[in-house]
């Protein structure tokens, strides 16, 4: 009986140690956001690194996931993109599905979904092992991050207030992602810098 509930034991330290190391390794707010290189829809590594000095925007992406139709389908996340693009950011969308899940497409695919969509991204990069989405503890779709020209992450968290798959919220919805923004070129602290994220969850292999 000692032998079973010490091995328990031993488990459940591990299980605890290997939990806490994750929750370690994630994106801290106020911290360098980890660098990273991914290689975007035409097989070309792209890395945070090259964007040093600009404002950078990360978007997990899911165009199989309602809550993403619903941005997209309505223009609403084109819109910010552009925004966002127009007041110096970069804005690199992510996608973390795994080969055979929800959201994989291959770069060929891609390119056909953005012209379909119509996007202002940047860049569509691929994380397949879902490797970069855990190192930034990217839990749904859309999940959005704002990094601060400085190299730290400034915010983390939903697209807005409206968690919900309805178009029709978004015209009253606030945003997140462009307050973040605003307030930092305006030389203010971010007023939300954490906020819970809404959607599908990724679907990491």
Not at 100 to 106: D, R
Not at 123 to 133: I, Q, R, T
Request: proline share 4%; with cysteine.
């Amino acid at each position: 009986m000692r032998k079973l509930f010490g091995g328990l034991a031993f488990v459940c330290v591990l299980a605890t140690a290997w939990l806490l190391a994750l929750h370690a390794q994630e994106a801290e707010l106020g911290k360098a956001a980890p660098d990273f290189s991914l290689e975007d829809m035409d097989g070309k590594p792209r890395s945070l690194s090259e964007f040093k000095d600009k404002f950078v925007v990360l978007e997990w992406v899911n165009h199989g996931c309602p809550f993403v139709k619903k941005h997209y389908d309505s223009g609403n996340m084109q819109a910010l993109q552009k925004d966002m693009k127009d007041k110096g950011a970069v804005w690199l969308s992510i996608c973390s599905s795994a080969e055979g899940k929800q959201g994989h497409f291959s770069g060929e695919e891609w390119e056909k979904l953005n012209q379909e969509k119509g996007t202002n991204a940047d860049a569509v990069l691929l994380d397949p092992d879902g490797a970069v989405g855990k190192s930034y503890g990217a839990k749904t779709t859309p999940h959005m991050f704002v990094i601060h020209p400085n190299g730290t992450l400034i915010y983390k968290g939903a697209m807005d207030d409206k968690p919900s798959t309805d178009r029709a919220d978004i015209k009253s919805a606030q945003n997140f992602v462009r307050l973040a923004m605003d307030q930092s070129l305006a030389g203010r602290n971010v007023r939300y810098p954490l906020t819970r994220p809404y959607g599908c969850s990724v679907k990491y292999k």
